[in-house]
């Protein structure tokens, strides 16, 4: 809750996030976030000077930053805070985008349009030759027009 608290002033969405409260969050989970680099910065620093945090671990890659947090309690929770929705050296979508089309959660949390979600989902799995995970072909059929799809089927 500490880091949804931090991020009350700050723009910010999830991607993939869970529709349940922040603090139901299964132990040794993933937050994936979109987030400027700047305030990716100022949270890995307000992570570091947190009192539950025992160990917190940073990779700077181009285009996001990966935390990895130990607690005093010995659980683990890894934040991926990415400035910049890229494949390799590929521009898959716009954050600034992203950004104007998030949405609030009934639990206060900010998350990417279902939408943008899905067309991400979509590119991530596709640009990597990958098949769509059962857990989110619906989804992803849903939300991204099937004439995109018909191309991945095609190719």
């Given at each position: 809750?500490?880091?949804?608290?931090?991020?009350?002033?700050?723009?910010?969405?999830?991607?993939?996030?869970?529709?349940?409260?922040?603090?139901?969050?299964?132990?040794?989970?993933?937050?994936?976030?979109?987030?400027?680099?700047?305030?990716?910065?100022?949270?890995?620093?307000?992570?570091?000077?947190?009192?539950?945090?025992?160990?917190?671990?940073?990779?700077?890659?181009?285009f996001m930053y990966?935390?990895?947090?130990?607690?005093?309690?010995?659980?683990?929770?890894?934040?991926?805070?990415?400035?910049?929705?890229?494949?390799?050296?590929?521009?898959?979508?716009?954050?600034?985008?992203?950004?104007?089309?998030?949405?609030?959660?009934?639990?206060?949390?900010?998350?990417?349009?279902?939408?943008?979600?899905?067309?991400?989902i979509h590119l991530?799995?596709?640009?990597?030759?990958?098949?769509?995970?059962?857990?989110?072909?619906?989804?992803?059929?849903?939300?991204?027009?099937?004439?995109?799809q018909m191309i991945?089927?095609?190719?």
């Amino acid at each position: 809750m500490d880091i949804f608290d931090q991020l009350y002033h700050t723009p910010y969405a999830t991607l993939k996030f869970h529709n349940e409260a922040p603090e139901n969050l299964k132990l040794n989970s993933d937050i994936d976030m979109i987030i400027s680099s700047r305030n990716a910065k100022k949270m890995i620093a307000f992570l570091s000077a947190n009192s539950l945090v025992q160990n917190i671990t940073t990779v700077k890659k181009s285009f996001m930053y990966s935390v990895r947090i130990i607690t005093k309690h010995h659980e683990i929770l890894n934040l991926d805070l990415i400035s910049q929705l890229k494949w390799k050296y590929l521009q898959m979508m716009d954050t600034n985008e992203v950004l104007a089309n998030k949405f609030k959660n009934s639990f206060g949390v900010y998350k990417v349009s279902e939408k943008d979600a899905a067309r991400f989902i979509h590119l991530f799995y596709h640009l990597n030759a990958s098949e769509i995970p059962d857990s989110y072909k619906n989804f992803v059929s849903e939300h991204v027009d099937s004439k995109k799809q018909m191309i991945k089927k095609q190719s």
